[in-house]
């Protein structure tokens, strides 16, 4: 059974920072685009941002410049550097993976999400 984890969620003053982390386990064939969302409380879900298997990437215009993915293909994990948080960053935030598990389909997979709460 494939699995999306997501670690390094917490509370954290304004100005400071949080890594993420993001573990896809189980038996994986291969991991395509994996992407970081976040949903704040009366928001809908946003892409904050996303990372191809090449390791091309993009960013959402809020959190250019602050956050930075990265992927280490050989342990199927995605990371999220976020720095210089603001109030604004607070959400729940969720992994999500193109994969194809062994023996299965292609199909589009979500972590349970993480808390980050930027607060004084």
């Known amino acids: 059974q494939v699995q999306l984890v997501e670690s390094g969620g917490g509370l954290v003053q304004p100005g400071g920072s949080l890594r993420l982390s993001c573990a896809a386990s189980?038996?994986?064939?291969?991991?395509?685009?994996m992407g970081w969302y976040r949903q704040a409380p009366r928001k809908p879900r946003e892409l904050v941002a996303a990372?191809?298997?090449?390791?091309?990437?993009n960013y959402a215009d809020a959190v250019k410049g602050r956050f930075t993915i990265s992927r280490d293909n050989a342990k199927n994990t995605m990371y999220l550097q976020m720095n210089s948080l603001k109030p604004e960053d607070t959400a729940v935030y969720y992994c999500?993976?193109?994969?194809?598990?062994?023996?299965?389909?292609?199909?589009?997979?979500w972590g349970q999400g993480t808390q980050v709460t930027v607060s004084s």
């Open positions: 999500n993976a193109d994969l194809i598990p062994t023996g299965w389909v292609r199909g589009t997979y």
């Open positions: 189980g038996s994986i064939v291969r991991v395509n685009a």
């Open positions: 990372i191809t298997s090449g390791g091309s990437t």
